[in-house]
């Protein structure tokens, strides 16, 4: 089993359209938890840190469920732009570092 | 400010040649790793760096060495290529460890013959 999983998707969706994703992961002891985001043929950038309060940043929610192990994000109000592939990141402590493990990514297709 | 930079931006290698993917950050970050990216495989972890002269290795190290001989550079060197190899390699420096947000570079797309 994969230590992240997440569904490949895609998710296509019309503008407007409130979408979600979820990401799994193995390691109870994994401690930091991210979403990147990432363009076609592109790096990838960080779209927002997940906190176990959860948080939200204008149109994108974040939410962790320890108990569960998932993290979650939420876009409301998609836009044309937010069409992308986003990763789940988490990071466990490794002798001393953090060792990020990605998902393989979900794709979001948002149309017009 | 420059951010994380890697060259060739593209390469083609024939089987059994070697090359060195170079890496550069200007934001004096004490951590740095490099990635493939395969279709389908998502991000994996070959190398990391937690300062100069520190080294580990990641999830696919096989193939491939590091150094990290200053703050801002680490060397990605494939010493006998082969078509396993062809992928999309990042990059990616961070403060602190790689907890914190990482900042990619632009990639370097290596096809092997």
């Known amino acids: 089993r994969k230590e992240v999983e997440q569904d490949p998707g895609p998710f296509n969706v019309p503008e407007g359209a409130t979408v979600a994703f979820n990401c799994t992961y193995s390691?109870?002891?994994?401690?930091?938890f991210f979403w990147y985001r990432q363009d076609c043929r592109k790096e990838p950038k960080l779209l927002m840190s997940?906190?176990?309060s959860g948080n939200e940043d204008g149109r994108f929610t974040a939410q962790l469920n320890r108990a569960s192990q998932y993290i979650s994000l939420l876009i409301r109000d998609s836009k044309l732009s937010d069409s992308a592939t986003y990763l789940c990141?988490?990071?466990?402590?490794?002798?001393?570092?953090?060792?990020?493990?990605f998902g393989r990514g979900t794709s979001l297709i948002v149309h017009p | 400010n420059a951010g994380v930079t890697q060259t060739p931006k593209f390469q083609v290698l024939k089987t059994g040649q070697s090359m060195t993917l170079q890496c550069a950050q200007d934001?004096?970050?004490?951590?740095m790793s490099w990635y493939r990216q395969d279709p389908g495989m998502g991000l994996r972890l070959i190398h990391y760096s937690v300062g100069a002269g520190i080294t580990d290795q990641g999830e696919v190290p096989n193939g491939y060495n590091v150094s990290r001989s200053t703050t801002e550079d680490f060397p990605l060197r494939l010493l006998s290529a082969a078509p396993s190899q062809t992928s999309v390699y990042f990059c990616?420096?961070?403060?602190?460890?790689?907890?914190?947000?990482?900042?990619f570079g632009p990639g370097t797309r290596l096809t092997v013959t």
């Open positions: 934001m004096n970050h004490e951590y």
């Open positions: 390691n109870s002891a994994s401690q930091s």
């Open positions: 990616a420096s961070s403060y602190r460890g790689t907890g914190n947000e990482q900042y």
């Open positions: 990141v988490v990071s466990t402590a490794s002798g001393g570092s953090y060792i990020p493990t």
């Open positions: 997940v906190y176990s």
